[in-house]
């Protein structure tokens, strides 16, 4: 935090004292400000050489040492997307992450890379939904989670949207659905357990000149309940509330054919915390 120009000492218990001007005497010269030795402007000049070629030298010796503050290049599976060193996941299994770390940072990945599985488009076929839901859900609440999800993807929400029976848009279209996690907060957390929260950004709609529902965007938080199981963290519940939702900018909206495009050539992420 800083101060404003109307900051004053009161706030260290000091008053700051009135300014004195003392004139000079009629029958003296002013006096003048002696000149710098030549000598002494030298001597500056060389301990403030000195003083940066040894902070150079420091400072490429932490790097050399990993002290903190490098970029971890010299760290076995650092990435971009791990700013901790920790490699974020071991492998996919049915498209989906898997392999998250049994830590906090493991069960934020986990939560934002199935806030991604869960909000895809194959979430309108009943056999990928089920796929991606047996693939993420802890055991004993997988009954529960695949009836809840194909009772919210029924077929009559496929024809609202304009899709066909198994999900596809008709010809000429793009069906677009797409999660993009902004952030992840842990609620609770043990070695077995925890509850974590995705702030998440969407693309919604149908991309195409004739289409009458075109690609909105969205806000919305999903906190889930994972459990520590078979190596991973699982899925036990999901809850979904909208926002927070920023104003919006601005920006010129795009044609349906750019949105389509856009879509056909931007994959998603891996996420890790």
């Excluded at 935090?1 to 029958?27: A, C, F, I, K």
């Excluded at 903190?68 to 971009?80: I, N, S, T, V, Y």
């Excluded at 993420?136 to 997988?142: E, L, N, V």
């Excluded at 979904?240 to 998603?268: F, K, L, M, N």
Aim: hydrophobic share 35%.
């Amino acid at each position: 935090m800083s101060y404003g120009d109307d900051y004053d000492d009161t706030r260290t218990g000091r008053v700051p004292s009135p300014t004195r001007t003392r004139l000079p005497e009629q029958d003296e010269p002013p006096s003048r400000r002696p000149a710098a030795s030549p000598g002494r402007s030298i001597l500056t000049v060389v301990a403030v050489i000195i003083v940066l070629l040894a902070a150079i030298v420091f400072a490429n010796q932490s790097r050399e040492d990993g002290s903190p503050g490098d970029d971890g290049g010299d760290r076995e599976g650092a990435r971009p997307t791990a700013p901790t060193g920790e490699r974020p996941v071991d492998d996919l299994f049915n498209g989906i992450p898997t392999g998250h770390a049994q830590t906090e940072q493991g069960a934020q990945s986990a939560a934002a890379n199935y806030a991604v599985a869960l909000g895809g488009v194959e979430m309108f076929n009943e056999g990928q939904r089920r796929t991606i839901v047996d693939s993420i859900s802890a055991s004993a609440a997988r009954d529960d989670l695949r009836a809840s999800y194909d009772s919210g993807y029924s077929a009559q929400l496929n024809e609202d949207i304009g899709l066909d029976p198994e999900g596809v848009a008709p010809t000429g279209m793009t069906f677009v659905n797409r999660t993009m996690p902004v952030g992840s907060s842990t609620v609770e957390y043990s070695d077995t357990a925890a509850e974590v929260s995705v702030w998440c950004t969407g693309l919604f709609g149908m991309a195409g000149t004739e289409s009458r529902n075109p690609v909105r965007t969205s806000w919305f938080t999903i906190t889930f309940t994972l459990v520590w199981e078979d190596g991973d963290w699982k899925v036990q519940d999901t809850e979904q509330a909208q926002g927070p939702t920023p104003v919006g900018g601005d920006d010129r909206v795009s044609g349906a054919e750019e949105i389509a495009e856009a879509i056909q050539q931007y994959g998603g992420f891996t996420y890790a915390r």
